[in-house]
C-alpha cells in the first residue's frame, strides 16, 4: 500500500462515527434488548405455570428472588449507565413479567398520588391493578377476604412517628408481613396558578400540615389551613379553586395538573414513611430479613427486660419496640418487635420460643426482606 493511501485509510478508521451512524447503532441494540425482553418472558411465564403446579395460591411475586436480581445486576454494572437507574428499569421489567403470569392486584390507602400509592409503584411497578381504598381497615380487609393479592399500609414516619391504627389492626388479623418499602416524603406547595401571593387557604393531611408545619409559620403566618382526608384529596381541590393551595406530592401535582408555587417544604428533610406490604402468604428467606411479634407480658418488676433477654443471649439484634394498650384489660399493653433475622434461622428460632415461653401471648407477625 502507497504511504498516500495508507495515510488515508488510518485517518478514516481513527474519524469518529457520525449522528446517523450511533442512532443506528443505538436502533440494533433496542431490537436485540426487545428480542431478549421476549425470550426472558416466555422463562417467566413457564415460572408460574410450575408455581401453579406445585401450589395454586401461591404467592407470584417471590420479593426475595427479586432483591436477589436487583442486587446482582447492580453489582455487575460498570457504567456509564447509572445502577439507580437499573433499579427503576428491572422494577418495571419485573413487573410486567408479574403480569404475564396472573394479573395481581395490590390494595392501598387512596386515593392516586399519594405517598403510599408512590410507595406500591416503587415496590411493584405499574403493571400491576391498584385498587385505592378508604381506610387502613379496608385494605386489610381487601388482602383477607382474597380481593388484593397484597396490601400496603403506613407504620412509622421519621417525624411523626408510628402510625396506631395500623398497629391496632394487627391485634386481631391473621395477615402476614411480606415486605417493607422505604418512601421519601418530599412536600411540595402546590396551586394552580404557582403564585404565593394568590393563595388565600392551604390544605392537606394533618401529618403533611404537621410536617411543614415551620415553613408554613416562617412564610404563610396569615393563611389559614385546612384538613383534608388526604394529600392527593387536597390537590384535587385546588382544581377548581384558584385561591387554595395544596400540600402534596410532585406526582400529585402532575396529576391534577397544579404547579409548584416552592418545592421541598418539610421541616425535616430526611422525611421517611415506612411502609409494611400485606399478604396472606409468608416471604421466602432471604439472607437479609427482619421478623416482626407481637406479645404480651405480667404485669410484674422487670418483666420487659426478662422477656427480651434472650434475644441479647442469641446475639440477635432488636431495631424497634413499641407498645399500644390492648383493649381489653386496663393497663395491660401489647408489644411489638421487629428483630434481625427470618424465622427460618436457628438461633432466631431458638430465641422466639424462649420468648414464647416467658410472655403471656405471642404473634409471629412475619419474617420478611428488610429494605435495601
Known amino acids: 500500500m502507497k504511504p498516500s493511501c495508507k495515510r488515508v485509510f488510518e485517518t478514516r478508521r481513527r474519524m469518529p462515527k457520525d449522528m446517523s451512524e450511533y442512532r443506528k447503532e443505538i436502533d440494533r441494540i433496542d431490537d436485540e434488548i426487545i428480542r431478549l425482553l421476549n425470550e426472558r418472558s416466555k422463562s417467566v411465564i413457564e415460572i408460574g405455570r410450575l408455581k401453579k403446579e406445585k401450589d395454586a395460591a401461591a404467592n407470584l411475586h417471590t420479593a426475595g428472588r427479586e432483591a436477589e436480581i436487583i442486587q446482582r445486576l447492580t ?20 413487573s410486567a413479567s408479574l403480569s404475564l403470569e396472573a394479573p395481581q392486584k395490590v390494595a392501598y390507602l387512596g386515593p392516586r398520588a399519594t405517598f403510599t ?46 402510625v396506631n391504627h395500623t398497629l391496632d389492626m394487627f391485634i386481631d388479623s391473621n395477615l402476614l408481613i411480606y415486605g417493607e418499602i422505604l418512601q421519601e416524603v418530599s412536600h411540595h406547595l402546590l396551586s394552580k396558578s404557582g403564585l404565593m401571593e394568590e393563595v388565600k387557604k392551604i390544605q392537606s393531611h394533618p401529618h ?41 406530592s410532585e406526582l400529585a401535582g402532575q396529576l391534577y395538573g397544579l404547579k409548584v408555587i416552592k418545592a421541598r417544604i418539610e421541616d425535616n428533610l430526611n422525611n421517611f414513611t415506612r411502609f409494611l406490604v400485606l399478604s396472606q402468604k409468608p416471604s421466602e428467606q432471604t439472607g437479609k430479613d427482619k421478623t416482626s411479634l407481637m406479645l404480651s407480658v405480667k404485669d410484674k418488676v422487670g418483666a420487659l427486660y426478662d422477656l427480651l433477654r434472650p434475644f441479647a443471649s442469641y446475639g440477635i439484634s432488636m431495631t424497634k419496640i413499641e407498645s399500644r394498650p390492648s383493649q381489653r384489660k386496663a393497663w395491660e399493653y401489647i408489644f411489638f418487635v421487629d428483630v434481625e433475622g427470618h424465622i427460618s434461622d436457628d438461633r432466631v428460632n431458638k430465641a422466639i420460643e424462649e420468648v414464647k415461653a416467658r410472655c403471656l401471648f405471642m404473634k409471629i407477625l412475619g419474617s420478611y426482606p428488610a429494605h435495601g
Not at 79 to 89: K, L
Open 117 to 162: 400509592h408512590m410507595a406500591c409503584m416503587q415496590k411493584f411497578g405499574s403493571s400491576v391493578q391498584y385498587v385505592p381504598v378508604q381506610s387502613i381497615k379496608e385494605v386489610f380487609n381487601e388482602v383477607e377476604r382474597g380481593r388484593a393479592n397484597f396490601g400496603v399500609v403506613p407504620i412509622e414516619n421519621t417525624t411523626e412517628g408510628v
Open 75 to 94: 453489582k455487575l454494572n460498570t457504567g456509564p449507565f447509572p445502577s439507580e437507574a437499573i433499579r427503576s428499569v428491572y422494577r418495571e421489567i419485573m
Open 208 to 248: 403533611a400540615l404537621a410536617q411543614c408545619r415551620n415553613w408554613l409559620e416562617t412564610n404563610l403566618p396569615h393563611v389559614p389551613t385546612v384538613e383534608v382526608a388526604s394529600t392527593a384529596r387536597a390537590a384535587e381541590m385546588c382544581v377548581d379553586d384558584p385561591a387554595s393551595a395544596a400540600i402534596a
